[in-house]
């Protein structure tokens, strides 16, 4: 009797194993195949529209016709603008949370909840709020300057959240052991902590990106709707997430166009996030190899 109850119990664990891992197969399963059928549903509606010309030229006629080398320029500079200024700074504040903050304290429990509601925070509140305070306080205008702080804003928290966790997952003995050796603690963040946190910041800055070239309603606000060839910062430039919204919803014929431009958006964020995957992973192999 106690070998069948064994056995019977051992049978019910194995089912329910085995139950999870067919459901967890399933939402893979559904998760891929509906990211699979978007992109072959913008590749089988839009790769006939991309050439040299698209990537190159001026749009015309609204946008039904010509290109939109423009767009791209205006996307890659309020993207630049977003991650110079996040960047630096959410590494600084995820460094000050986690490796200066007293665990427990006041201070740091009210600056992460104060992340966690920012980054809820919908993003045409972020737009109104970056119209009023970078185009119309500080007399930025629609500019791609105004567009890439308004970014900068909506994006610190992921990175701030994503940074500090993975510095947070830094073994504690290796802080012990840097200052037992007599290494400075910015010395200590520099050559041990960053470096081991690599996959974690490269993450949140994926996550970022993710958020920035797909944003649409806060750009609206802030960098404008014009598609001429931006000159400086201080110029109103089109980003390519409202140029494919415009397509969509303002122009009669533009589906082509706009679904080629989605191809290029996906083809920019896969780029970018490839080439950030590759530069954190050589960098972190260097201070491998280096210590």
């Given amino acids: 009797m106690h070998s069948l109850a064994v056995y019977r119990s051992?049978?019910?664990?194995?089912?329910?194993?085995?139950?999870?891992?067919?459901l967890v197969l399933a939402a893979v399963v559904v998760i891929t195949?509906?990211?699979?059928?978007?992109?072959?549903?913008?590749?089988?509606h839009g790769a006939n529209r991309i050439g040299w010309e698209f990537l190159?030229?001026?749009?015309r006629s609204a946008g039904r016709n010509g290109g939109i080398a423009p767009i791209l320029l205006a996307?890659?500079?309020?993207?630049?603008?977003?991650?110079?200024?996040?960047?630096?700074?959410?590494?600084?504040?995820a460094i000050l949370l986690s490796e200066f903050s007293r665990p427990g304290g006041r201070?740091?429990?009210?600056?992460?909840?104060?992340?966690?509601i920012l980054a809820g925070v919908p993003s045409i509140v972020f737009g109104l709020f970056g119209n009023a305070f970078f185009c119309v306080w500080l007399g930025l205008g629609f500019s791609i300057l105004s567009g890439g702080l308004t970014l900068a804003c909506m994006v610190l928290p992921i990175l701030i959240r994503t940074a500090e966790s993975g510095l947070r997952t830094v073994p504690n003995d290796w802080r012990l052991g840097a200052a037992a050796l007599g290494i400075s603690k910015a010395s200590a963040l520099v050559n041990v902590l960053i470096p081991a946190a690599a996959p974690a910041l490269v993450a949140g800055l994926m996550?970022?990106?993710?958020?920035?070239?797909?944003?649409?309603a806060a750009l609206i606000f802030t960098s404008g709707y014009v598609d001429r060839m931006p000159a400086s910062l201080l110029d109103s430039g089109r980003a390519i997430s409202v140029h494919i919204y415009d397509l969509t919803m303002n122009v009669a014929g533009g589906d082509r166009s706009a679904y080629a431009s989605a191809l290029v958006l996906i083809a920019l964020l896969i780029l970018i996030n490839g080439a950030a995957s590759w530069l954190a992973e050589r960098t972190l192999k260097r201070r491998i190899t280096a210590s």
């Fill in 75 to 93: 996307t890659v500079l309020i993207l630049t603008v977003a991650l110079a200024v996040s960047a630096p700074l959410g590494l600084a504040t």
């Fill in 207 to 216: 996550l970022g990106i993710g958020r920035a070239m797909a944003e649409t």
């Fill in 33 to 44: 195949s509906t990211f699979g059928w978007l992109l072959l549903d913008i590749v089988w």
């Fill in 56 to 59: 190159t030229a001026a749009p």
């Fill in 107 to 116: 201070a740091g429990y009210w600056i992460g909840l104060s992340l966690d």
């Fill in 10 to 22: 051992a049978h019910r664990i194995a089912l329910r194993d085995r139950t999870l891992q067919l």
